[in-house]
């Protein structure tokens, strides 16, 4: 059985730091791209960061230079570093594994809330 299972999430004033984790189960997590999407109040979930299978990160350019995303696969877990928070950050936290082989094996966390709010 696959699991994402995300943590680390929590209230914290503007300017703030939270680093979430997202531990992986039931999946070759070393063969995987791992993505950290949110979804704040009333908006559409968008897409954070991706640090592919091989390491190479990218970011939504609303965190660019306040969020880092790293993977430690002997851990089986994927990190989403955030600094410099902002009440925009407020969000739901959803961890996002994906493959693509013929077709593309994706799978879900549960989501960890943030609030950034002084």
């Known amino acids: 059985q696959v699991q994402l299972v995300e943590s680390g999430g929590g209230l914290m004033q503007p300017g703030g730091s939270l680093r979430l984790s997202c531990a992986a189960s039931?999946?070759?997590?070393?063969?995987?791209?791992m993505s950290w999407y949110r979804r704040a109040p009333g908006k559409e979930r968008e897409l954070v960061a991706v640090?592919?299978?091989?390491?190479?990160?990218n970011y939504a350019d609303f965190v660019k230079g306040r969020f880092t995303v790293s993977r430690d696969n002997a851990k089986n877990t994927v990190y989403l570093q955030m600094n410099n928070l902002k009440p925009t950050d407020t969000a739901v936290y959803y961890c996002?594994?994906?493959?693509?082989?013929?077709?593309?094996?994706?799978?879900w966390g549960q989501g960890t809330q943030v609030i950034v709010s002084s």
């Open positions: 996002y594994a994906d493959r693509r082989v013929i077709r593309t094996i994706e799978y």
């Open positions: 039931g999946i070759v997590f070393s063969a995987f791209h």
């Open positions: 640090i592919t299978s091989g390491g190479v990160t």
